[in-house]
């Protein structure tokens, strides 16, 4: 707590002067362009890994990143607050893009990996079972994440089946169709400190570089004035 404490106390001397435009637009309301799901573990922070300010994203953390499914009628199959939080971003705010981001060395998929018992918590292993599918994906021998850990390739594959999981929803499913939203699988090499994008076309995940992000850039842009811009910069 002490660590809590000086770094509000350094927030408010040194930060908030240039923040207090921003705060007093944001207590009018908010305006997200992208919910961004990813673990609750303390080493992935979003808002650092993408440089952006208060207000920019609708952000849900869970252990694993996971999104249980939901079934026909549209009710989520488990915990309540993760459909909450697609329902409310994607119906009420203006979100066009919903990033899944995964991690490096998650002690979720180690503990999915290992069987998902865990002792003394049984809302967690009721919690992990949710990564049954990934599990199921990784004994089938994909070719994702080949060469890493199997840690690492299950939380690969965990991010294509929470992306799947989301189509489940009634909403993401409608706004898919209507062409107004995007999903985006992303992975996060803690070590590296390198973002990595997957590929549907490439059947794997790759480095958001110079290269790869300029490659993005482009496929999002929307208009040849946007492209032209952004060529510019």
Same mark, same amino acid.
């Given at each position: ?7 509000? @106390?350094? !927030?408010?001397? $040194?930060? +908030? ?18 919910l ?7 080493? =992935?922070?979003?808002? +650092? %890994? ?10 849900v953390?869970?252990?694993?990143? %996971?999104?249980?499914?939901?079934? @026909? ?14 329902? !409310? #971003? ?7 893009d919903? =990033? =899944?981001?995964?991690? #490096? ?11 998902? *018992? /865990?002792?003394? #918590? ?11 599918? #990934? ?8 070719? /994702? ?9 299950? *939380?690969? +594959?965990?991010?294509?089946?929470? %992306?799947?999981? +989301?189509?489940?929803?009634?909403? /993401? &499913?409608? &706004?898919?169709?209507?062409?107004? @939203? &995007? %999903? $985006? ?10 973002? $990595? ?17 300029? &490659? ?16 510019? /910069?």
């Open positions: 707590m002490k660590k809590l404490i000086r770094g509000l @106390l350094d !927030f408010q001397r $040194h930060t +908030l002067p240039s923040y207090r435009a921003t705060f007093a637009r944001l207590a009018k309301g908010q305006t997200p362009d992208c961004f799901i990813s673990c609750s573990d303390s080493r =992935v922070v979003p808002n +650092l %890994l993408v440089s952006t300010d208060p207000g920019d994203l609708f952000t953390r869970n252990v694993g990143n %996971l999104v249980p499914p939901a079934v @026909l009628n549209g009710h989520s199959t488990a915990d309540r607050s993760e459909a909450a939080a697609i329902e !409310f #971003s994607l119906g009420f705010l203006p979100i066009e919903v =990033v =899944v981001c995964g991690h #490096s060395s998650c002690g979720a998929m180690k503990a999915i990996l290992a069987g998902g *018992s /865990v002792k003394g #918590s049984p809302n967690l292993e009721q919690w992990l079972a949710h990564g049954a599918p #990934s599990l199921k994906a990784l004994k089938e021998n994909t070719q /994702v994440g080949a060469g890493l850990p199997d840690a690492d390739r299950l *939380s690969q +594959l965990n991010v294509l089946a929470q %992306l799947e999981h +989301l189509k489940t929803y009634p909403i /993401v &499913r409608d &706004r898919l169709a209507a062409g107004t @939203l &995007r %999903l $985006h699988g992303w992975w996060f090499d803690i070590g590296a400190a390198q973002v $990595h994008a997957y590929r549907s076309d490439l059947g794997r995940f790759v480095p958001i570089d110079e290269t790869e992000g300029d &490659r993005l850039l482009t496929q999002l842009s929307d208009t040849p004035e946007e492209q032209q811009a952004l060529r510019a /910069v």
